[in-house]
């Protein structure tokens, strides 16, 4: 848009239907820009939010493991993924009740 109001500017011999043309779309075309940045930053927000949720969880799945079973080994790093992805309350329940063996065979990503 603000190209073409510049190229139509440049034009000196703009008729009336031409210039009212520019003045009716430049308003809207305003309009449309700051929604779609607003949105973006909208949606930067949120994804911000989930990812800094998720890294929360991994860091709690973390922890429960190193607390479980002591140091947390390669095996042991390879389940943080996987649960992550588990329901919040399923998740911890499989940490606390399940051993390392059943844990690795059944979350592990090779």
């Known amino acids: ?3 073409l109001r510049t ?7 703009l008729d009336e239907q031409e210039r009212n043309l520019i003045m009716k779309l430049t ?3 305003t309009k449309w820009r700051e929604e779609g940045i607003l949105e973006g930053k909208q949606e930067g927000i949120l994804e911000g939010k989930q990812e800094g949720i998720l890294e929360g969880k991994q860091e709690s799945i973390e922890n429960i493991l190193k607390a479980k079973f002591g140091t947390l080994d390669e095996n042991l790093s390879s ?3 996987p649960l992550s992805e588990l329901p919040s309350e399923e998740m ?6 399940l ?3 059943y844990l690795l065979k059944n979350f592990a990503r090779e």
Do not use: F, K
């Open 1 to 3: 848009m603000p190209n």
């Open 79 to 81: 389940l943080i993924q």
């Open 92 to 97: 911890a329940r499989l940490m606390m009740n």
């Open 7 to 13: 190229n139509l500017n440049l034009r000196n011999n």
């Open 99 to 101: 051993s390392r063996e």
């Open 27 to 29: 308003p809207l075309y």
